[in-house]
């Protein structure tokens, strides 16, 4: 799961990409007034390091994600 918190309802997106840039799935949705669980689905992704990326109004977050 992917859980961040807003202070407001706004659109946001959700990348996922491997570590060369390839964007491997994409997620957008509004988010509501503090706190945001999105399950994202991971069972099929080889093992490796990707690039988590939550888009919210003009505010970038930049995760990385592990896959063992």
Same mark, same amino acid.
């Given at each position: 799961?992917?859980?961040? &918190? @807003?202070? #407001?309802?706004?659109? #946001?997106?959700?990348?996922?990409?491997?570590? !060369?840039?390839?964007?491997?799935?994409? #997620?957008? @949705?509004? &988010?509501k007034m503090?706190?945001?669980?999105?399950?994202?689905?991971?069972?099929?992704l080889s093992k490796g390091? #990707?690039?988590? @990326?939550?888009?919210?109004?003009?505010? !970038?977050?930049?995760?990385? !994600?592990?896959?063992?």
């Amino acid at each position: 799961h992917v859980v961040f &918190s @807003s202070t #407001y309802s706004e659109s #946001y997106e959700i990348l996922l990409m491997d570590m !060369l840039g390839k964007n491997i799935s994409s #997620y957008r @949705s509004t &988010s509501k007034m503090g706190e945001n669980k999105i399950a994202i689905p991971i069972d099929n992704l080889s093992k490796g390091i #990707y690039q988590l @990326s939550i888009l919210q109004g003009n505010t !970038l977050y930049v995760k990385k !994600l592990v896959i063992e």
